[in-house]
């Protein structure tokens, strides 16, 4: 696990750089985007550090993960794997800490696509590594029949890891789309993976148990 401290460095960097710029930034900044690309949401500056500290904090939370799990010994069987997803999910954090500042500073661009397209790209990050995972209780699939029986974590982390590559694809081709039809992607791909994964585990386990 070592071998992420870059990702501390890197995210400490960050937090750094926005201390730097944080007296140049607007009292109020925006925190979220609508369907159609616009700020529908704006918070004061100080929200600025919280995001900016929000890597830092994950980098520790993800590290200390492996050593409280039950099933701390699988980790060491999906090293590669958790560090790929680690890594993914951080830099995409600080991609979002890094746009909005600079949209902050008068940084005029699409945000939306932007931010579309590092989600698509996370999600095959994800998806790639996702059928590496071993059963363990805090990343992964976790339903209550896959933590269950580890053949149905299987089973759905197979099918999860199509999934997710496949709506990432997506995510990144509508991005070059209207903000309407990416908005619709996202919204078919997250109940897609989230109903359809709960619902494939359970019934997995059903046909198992009989």
Do not use: C
């Amino acid at each position: 696990m070592n071998k992420s401290k870059w990702l501390l460095y890197l995210s400490i960097v960050s937090f750094v750089g926005t201390l730097v710029i944080y007296p140049r930034l607007p009292d109020m900044i925006p925190t979220h985007w609508g369907i159609d690309g616009e700020v529908d949401r704006y918070n004061g500056r100080y929200m600025a550090l919280l995001m900016a500290a929000l890597p830092i904090g994950l980098y520790y939370m993800m590290t200390i993960i492996p050593s409280i799990d039950p099933r701390r010994d699988n980790y060491f069987k999906h090293t590669k794997a958790y560090g790929m997803i680690k890594q993914g999910t951080i830099i995409f954090i600080i991609l979002l800490v890094w746009i909005t500042n600079l949209y902050s500073l008068g940084w005029e661009t699409d945000i939306s696509k932007i931010v579309i397209i590092g989600v698509g790209v996370l999600f095959m990050i994800i998806g790639n590594y996702l059928t590496q995972i071993k059963h363990n209780y805090f990343v992964g699939i976790r339903t209550p029949w896959t933590l269950a029986n580890e053949t149905v974590w299987k089973k759905t982390h197979r099918v999860g890891g199509m999934l997710f590559v496949i709506f990432g694809i997506l995510m990144v081709a509508s991005s070059f789309l209207s903000h309407i039809i990416s908005a619709a992607v996202v919204g078919i791909s997250v109940f897609v993976i989230v109903i359809g994964l709960f619902g494939y585990s359970y019934l997995i386990f059903r046909k198992i148990e009989q």
